[in-house]
């Protein structure tokens, strides 16, 4: 009975611990078996020793082959801490090693530099663009500002629709060369005004459509073309007003040529509808418009020239006609000051000059400057001349971007047809062939409408244009084209 009650404890024993370690379970059964030893007859224990020593033995190698796999574990996965244990016995993984942390601080390092490799590589390319736009637009021809704005549309690569730097550097380098453009003093009105500016102007009214628009995030209005230029116009004049306000600042006369430059610039923007009237009037007042302050001569020429440039848009309508009484009237007013210790005129007299010629330009009714119009002559012509004259055009991309093809008579045009005409355009200081008309109607076509076509042919505002007939007779504004024609 004793017998079978601790061999059934043993049994319970061995099947209680089955499930523990392998190390623990060799000890039990080891530590069975010298129980059992002492029961088996004489004769036997010598054998059951012997077997017994051997399995000893067997437990020993095994003891120390786990305290090696033990040591191997702890080196490769150290488990100091409850919280890398509880991470580990809930499947969430061993902890990292150190050697793994120190990779892991140096990813940030790595990403880092990535970020500034991709931005030192960004900042090179939008150099190479501001550089590229400089060549580009240092060669534009007056007349022919087409190959200029097709050769930016081709060549500059804009990126994507959320990343508008490329724009913005076209734009930037764009302005950065209205403000070194030459001043040149006009002696019909005693004015200067940039050389320049309105083919300046010109290209920026042809690139506002050429050029793609983009996203801009936590906006709901894109960012396009005449966005950026009006913001980087009005954070420069901004800017150069207040360094010009500045008494311990020393202005050098490129200074002073530049701000003209600008001023020009605006009133251009404005002709060409790229600016409303509220912004000339603001400019005009940080001009001249303070009372309490003596604007400085430099202020009052760019003042005097704005008006010269917006005057005939702004004096058509009733509500401007008073605004540019109202300016007038300013200007008047800063001829008769006078110094406080002497009765010597504050200003000098080529200011004085410039300010009479604003009220003589307006009693005149704005007459246009001869310096800055450019000249061009129509032709009638027949289908294979206009269309052989549409192809090398096209070849030489001096049509407008929107053309992808060489144009062809819409109207199939019978060569008899007495309303319709095929016209051909081309300038009279060169005589190269400047845009062609297919089937153009002639019925009350004046002057002045033609003129209009040929702006939205060639990029050149109509306000600078000159038209001379076939028989090279300047046409006015509301002469008919047919009485040209047929003189």
């Not at 191997?72 to 244990?85: S, V, W």
């Not at 251009?268 to 409303?276: N, P």
């Not at 007299?349 to 009479?356: E, H, N, R, S, Y």
């Not at 001869?370 to 294979?384: D, K, P």
Request: hydrophobic share 40%.
């Amino acid at each position: 009975m004793r017998e079978a009650t601790q061999t059934a404890d043993h049994s319970s024993t061995i099947a209680s611990v089955s499930r523990q370690a392998p190390v623990s379970l060799l000890w039990l059964l080891l530590r069975s078996a010298f129980y059992s030893l002492a029961e088996l007859p004489r004769q036997m224990k010598a054998c059951a020793l012997q077997a017994l020593q051997a399995l000893f033995a067997f437990f020993l190698v095994t003891l120390a082959w786990s305290c090696v796999i033990l040591e191997h574990r702890k080196n490769l996965q150290p488990t100091t801490g409850a919280c890398r244990i509880l991470a580990h016995c809930e499947n969430r993984g061993p902890a990292p090693r150190k050697e793994e942390e120190a990779e892991k601080e140096e990813v940030p390092k790595g990403n880092q530099q990535k970020k500034e490799n991709i931005c030192s590589r960004a900042a090179n390319c939008l150099v190479q663009v501001e550089e590229q736009v400089r060549l580009i637009v240092a060669a534009t021809r007056p007349a022919f500002l087409n190959i200029t704005v097709n050769a930016i549309k081709d060549s500059i690569n804009f990126g994507s629709d959320d990343d508008p730097s490329v724009l913005v550097t076209v734009v930037k380098t764009m302005f950065e060369m209205v403000r070194p453009d030459v001043i040149d003093i006009c002696e019909e009105d005693h004015s200067k005004h940039a050389r320049c500016g309105e083919t300046y102007a010109d290209l920026m009214f042809a690139l506002r459509v050429a050029v793609p628009q983009f996203s801009v995030p936590d906006d709901d209005k894109p960012m396009i073309f005449t966005r950026v230029l009006l913001n980087i116009t009005q954070d420069w004049l901004e800017q150069e007003m207040k360094r010009f306000t500045d008494p311990e600042t020393e202005l050098s006369e490129r200074d002073m040529n530049s701000l003209i430059a600008v001023v020009s610039f605006i009133g251009h923007l404005y002709v060409r509808e790229l600016v409303a009237i509220r912004v000339v009037a603001q400019v005009i007042h940080d001009l001249i418009g303070v009372k309490d302050a003596l604007p400085l001569e430099i202020f009052v020429r760019c003042a005097c020239e704005l008006m010269h440039l917006t005057g005939p848009k702004i004096d058509s309508t009733k509500e401007g006609s008073m605004f540019v009484t109202q300016v007038l009237a300013r200007l008047s007013n800063l001829v008769h000051l006078q110094k406080l210790d002497t009765d010597e005129p504050l200003y000098p007299k080529d200011v004085k000059d410039a300010i009479m010629g604003v009220h003589s330009g307006r009693f005149n009714k704005w007459p246009a400057r001869s310096a800055t119009r450019v000249l061009v002559q129509f032709h009638i012509v027949q289908r294979v001349e206009a269309q052989k004259v549409d192809g090398q055009l096209f070849v030489k991309k001096t049509l407008p971007h929107t053309v992808k093809q060489p144009r062809s008579d819409p109207l199939d045009l019978q060569e008899d047809d007495e309303d319709h005409k095929h016209v051909k355009i081309t300038s009279v200081i060169s005589g190269n062939p400047m845009a062609v008309m297919f089937s153009l109607d002639m019925r009350e076509k004046k002057a002045s409408d033609l003129a209009k076509d040929i702006f939205r042919q060639t990029g050149i505002h109509f306000s600078r244009l000159m038209v001379f007939g076939p028989n090279s007779k300047l046409l006015k504004g509301e002469e008919l084209l047919l009485n040209a024609v047929e003189a």
